[in-house]
Every structure is written in structure tokens, then in C-alpha cells.
């Protein structure tokens, strides 16, 4: 059997003084208390959440997820996670074994198991236990797991200094192959990037498209700001439909700021005045230097930081709540 936290091994990584730290590594929990873990209706110990290694999610990375963050106990945009949860697994003709107001509620009660006011909450829905063929239909029960937990992706220095990016060999899938608009539980492509900017020692990748345009990085959007516009490529470009991009749709109409989705090429992000990145996980989160380019004078711009700022007061300010008020 494997221990259904081993599908969120960096969840149980401690945290890391950031003087010592390693990029990529990312979500932490307590030691104090281990993590209770939602499987199929129940409730696990950390230790004993397991999976059986006949599951199709094992085997062939056939299952979907959502990486969800709360707030000040409040869970932030979950209904458009829950949406795209579904149409995931629409797309994959998995029949999602519990209803949406069912999902929601286990989502919930999940993080108060563990008693947490802020944190992230990994969502994954399995194929469920076959056999060892390929054929999904072999598969007659989905399964859902959903794990609860504090998390620090950077410290905070690196917030106010910015990324280090490095274009990888590694291209980023296009739609006609595995569509990025699918959150799969098949996230080699990615991790296959982010082993490249390892290598480079830099704190992400920058992913390019087999048209040699601009994708995403390994699990952030990217974006650029220009002559006093957002820029950010199509999601046809390879590009996640992110949860944290539409925020920020969101916040550069409501600053008055034009956005834009044009393709975006090296020279484009070379040539910007500023970029970030967004995501889930990462947040909003400036990027100071591509392929040893400083973007703009190096430092994380105006409009970034106006981005930023109004981001994390609609973290603070809204969101589903957790517990009864």
C-alpha cells in the first residue's frame, strides 16, 4: 500500500529559515499534530492515510486535483476551483463520486480536522483501483482525497526581491496533446522543467510552446507589464486557465490598468518593463531576471506591487467561510 500523503510529499516538508532556502520547496505542516486526511467519506491519520497501488492515479496518473488556498478561515475563489474541478473531470469522463454541496462540505470539514485558519488544501479525485491495464474502465470507483495544510512556497524576502527565471529545453504541452486546461494528476512535463531550472539554480521555468511562444512556467501564469499595460499569453498558447490569473483580470480592471492576452515571444519578456508570476500556490510574485536578463531596472515594479497589494486584500477580505460565524 502507499501512503495517500505520499501524493503530497513536499506537504510534510518543515519549514525552512530563508537563509537556507531551496527553491521549489514548498508546503509545510506542524509536527505537533499530525494531519487528519479525507479519503472517500473518512477521516485518516497522516500516517495511515493510504491508497491502494492498484489505483489508476498511481499507475498512470489518471485523476485530476485542485491546489485551493484559505484565509483569515475563509477559502479563497473555491466555487471557480470547484468548477474547474468538474469540467476536469468532464473532459477525462471521470464521474466524480460525490455531488458539488458534498465536495464543498468535505472540503470544509477537512480543514477544520485540522483546526487551521490559513493554508492550502490539495483536492485530488482518482480513477480509483483497476487492474494493471490501461483501460479506465476496469476502474469502477473514483476516489476522493483531500489534504489540508499550512504553506510558505517562498519566504517572504523573496517577495519583496523577486524571481531568477530560466527559458528550459523542455516544451510545454499543447493542447492537441494533453490539454493544459486538463489539472491532471500527469504533471511530468512540468517537473521535468522544473528539474531544468534546478540544474540552472533558478527559482522557476520559463516554459515555451512548440510555436517557440511563451506558455506558463512549471505551475505559475506569466506576466508582463509594458509601457503601462498587463500582458499575459492566451490560455491557446499553452497556458493554464488560472484561478490566480482571472484575479488578477479582476484587479487591473478594477485599478484601471489595461490587460491584454497577446502571444508573447523571449524578446517580449527580455524587453518588459516588469513581470510576475501568478498561482495558487506562489500567489502574485514578481520576476526581476530572465535567462540572466534583469527585467526593467531588476526590481519589482509599480504596477507589480499594486497587483500584489490589492491581491492579498481580497485574500484577507473575502472567500467562503470555514467556520460558523
Known amino acids: 500500500m502507499l501512503t ?9 516538508t518543515p519549514p525552512m529559515k530563508s537563509d537556507s532556502f531551496q527553491k521549489g520547496a514548498a508546503v509545510k505542516t506542524s509536527a505537533a499534530k499530525s494531519l487528519q486526511i479525507y479519503i472517500d467519506g473518512e477521516f485518516f491519520d497522516q500516517a495511515d492515510a493510504k491508497i491502494s497501488v492498484f489505483d489508476h492515479g498511481l499507475l498512470y496518473g489518471d485523476g485530476i486535483f485542485e491546489g485551493i488556498r484559505f484565509y483569515n478561515g475563509r477559502v479563497f475563489r473555491m466555487q471557480e476551483h470547484m468548477d474547474r474541478l468538474w469540467e476536469s473531470a468532464r473532459s477525462i469522463c471521470l464521474e466524480i ?12 470539514e477537512t480543514i477544520r480536522q485540522n483546526d487551521l485558519r490559513d493554508g492550502y488544501v490539495r483536492l485530488i479525485v482518482t480513477r480509483g ?26 519566504p517572504e524576502e523573496i ?11 523542455t516544451r510545454r504541452m499543447g493542447p492537441a496533446t494533453l490539454n493544459p486546461a486538463i489539472k491532471s ?18 527559482d522557476e521555468a520559463l516554459m515555451l ?4 511562444n511563451v506558455a506558463e512556467c512549471t505551475a505559475d501564469n506569466v506576466f508582463i507589464v509594458k509601457r503601462g499595460q498587463i500582458m499575459t499569453p492566451p490560455i491557446t498558447a499553452g497556458a493554464l486557465r488560472g484561478i490566480t490569473r482571472s484575479v488578477v483580470f479582476d484587479i487591473a480592471h478594477e485599478l484601471g490598468i489595461p490587460i491584454s492576452e497577446p502571444e508573447l515571444t523571449r524578446h517580449d519578456i527580455y524587453i518588459a518593463d516588469e513581470a510576475f508570476l501568478t498561482g495558487t500556490a506562489a500567489e502574485v510574485i514578481p520576476m526581476i ?11 519589482p515594479g509599480e504596477i507589480t506591487n499594486r497587483t500584489i ?7 484577507r477580505e473575502s472567500g467562503t467561510p470555514i467556520f460558523s460565524e
Open 4 to 12: 495517500k500523503d505520499a501524493a503530497a510529499t513536499a506537504v510534510a
Open 97 to 108: 463520486p460525490i455531488s458539488r454541496p458534498e465536495m464543498d462540505e468535505a472540503l470544509l
Open 129 to 154: 483501483v483497476g487492474n494493471l491495464g490501461l483501460n479506465p474502465a476496469q476502474c469502477k470507483q473514483p476516489s476522493v482525497i483531500i489534504i489540508a495544510a499550512t504553506i510558505a512556497l517562498y
Open 159 to 169: 517577495y519583496q526581491r523577486g524571481l531568477t527565471v530560466v527559458t528550459v529545453a
Open 185 to 202: 494528476l500527469n504533471y511530468l512535463n512540468n517537473v521535468l522543467a522544473r528539474i531544468e531550472a534546478n540544474l540552472a539554480n533558478a
Open 209 to 212: 510552446n512548440d510555436a517557440g
Open 289 to 299: 531576471k530572465v535567462d540572466g536578463r534583469p527585467i526593467g531596472n531588476g526590481k
Open 309 to 315: 497589494a490589492r491581491f492579498r486584500e481580497l485574500t
